[in-house]
């Protein structure tokens, strides 16, 4: 599976854009699909999970209950909704998809498919 992430951008603190993750291919209801992010000088770190109908999500602290994983698997699309923006969300914004992994999973290593990221600055 091929994936693209778009949607970042400069936004101002409290601000609330949608991150969207177009898949290839015609499976796309059998990966487990998870957003990462990584700012400078860090490590990747887990944001959130969906599973692969969508009705299951997780999420990291740092983001439960202002972030939003949903799935669209008509369009092949997974998106993370962020809302109340800090500038510590400020990073680069990966989509991952793996085929065999449950949605808990928060390793990047455990995930075989990337984009290419999506940068999102946050500004205060």
């Known amino acids: 599976v091929q994936l693209q992430a778009s949607g970042g951008g400069l936004v101002q603190a409290g601000g609330s854009p949608r991150l969207s993750c177009a898949a290839s291919g015609r499976t796309f209801d059998t990966y487990v699909m998870g957003w990462f992010r990584q700012a400078p000088g860090k490590e990747r770190e887990f944001v959130a999970g969906?599973?692969?109908?969508?009705?299951?999500?997780y999420y990291a602290d740092t983001v439960k209950g202002r972030f939003t994983i949903s799935r669209d698997n008509a369009k092949n699309t997974v998106y993370l909704q962020m809302n109340s923006l800090q500038p510590e969300d400020t990073a680069v914004y990966y989509c991952a998809a793996d085929p065999d992994r449950v949605v808990g999973t928060t390793t990047p290593s455990d995930y075989d498919y990337w984009g290419q990221g999506t940068q999102v600055t946050v500004s205060s």
């Open positions: 969906i599973s692969r109908s969508g009705g299951r999500t």
